[in-house]
């Protein structure tokens, strides 16, 4: 593996140091003496929060959360490079950790927390992982539609038979990280002309919640969301979502896609031994747990984790395989750009 900047060759001297390292080395009263870790979290702040304080809860270590979006913390990394404060980054969606890892600022994670996550939900190469997942889903107005008139797949609503149907949130890093894997699956050309014929037919929204509420409202049909926003809304009062149905492709569609979280350690971190830690928990019993007792909704993607019981099991999605360190981003914004759409 070539490493294009030193901090990267020393990085994964360290990661295979913390591998072999013995078990005192690696005490959490040791680790915990250091000032603590920077996460720039991009997933929810919720949820992270849950993972920060059961982690210092049963490490010691402090973590210090800079909250935004895929995109913005994403872009920021790139720019900060070497010199970022942040010692680990998360994501809601892929095509974000793919951004800083093809520049170079992931350092190796360890063997023992790649080991805790099948193969499906990482990247191969190991530079970051996966740490929950969310499904695709076509929200839909259950006073409207019937089984029978849902699309059978996503690429249906680009038919002319949807106009001003349905919705979506172009702008959202959640809606991209479904056209990269549109883009993955079928090409250039035919995502290009879906996405053009998405310009003529859909109605857009600002966020996912957003879009749900007006197909509660009556205001479009449905709209591509992902699911845990319908059960966030029903675990509350419900009242964004009572005439909500959720509707999945299935099929190996692209509307079935599942999208992976990422968590990566950055190389330029000053805390490497505190940083591995924090993802190990994550991806271990202690956060995976959180997911399925906690209100996120989001899926639990741990060997042997449990996600919420209320959830559609992951393997009855019939999800389609996408490599998750495949899914491009930048190329994903070109094409929405092109079409009108960003």
Known sequence: MRFPFPALASAATLAAALVAAPAALLSAPAMAQDAGITVYNAQ??????????????????????????DTELGNQLVQEGAA????????????????????????????????????SYRPAHGRWIGIAARSTVFAYDKTKLSADKL????????????KGRWGASPSGADFQAIVSALLALKGEAATAAWLKAMKE?????????????????????GAVIYHYYWFGDQAKTGENSKNVGLHYFRNQDPGAFVSISGGGVLASSKHQQ????????????????????????????????????????????????VEPSGLNSKAVTDLMTQAGLL
């Open 44 to 69: 929810h702040e919720s949820l992270t929060k849950a993972w920060a304080e059961g982690f210092t809860r049963d490490t010691g270590i402090k973590v210090t959360l800079r909250n935004g979006s």
């Open 274 to 321: 505190q940083a591995q830690a924090f993802l190990k928990w994550i991806t271990g019993k202690g956060g995976q747990d959180v997911l399925k007792t906690g209100d996120s909704f989001e899926y639990a993607v741990g060997t042997g984790a449990e996600s919420n019981p209320k959830l559609v099991p992951l393997a009855d999605l019939q999800a389609p395989k």
């Open 151 to 162: 699309p059978k797949s996503l690429l249906d609503i680009a038919d002319p038979a949807w």
């Open 201 to 221: 037919n859909f109605l857009p929204f600002k966020g996912n919640s957003t879009a749900m509420k007006a197909v509660n409202a009556g205001q479009v049909e």
């Open 84 to 119: 970022s404060p942040a010692d680990v980054f998360l994501t809601e969606n892929s095509p974000s950790m793919v951004l800083v890892d093809n520049a170079g600022l992931f350092a190796p994670l360890g063997q023992d927390t790649l080991a805790q996550v099948p193969d």
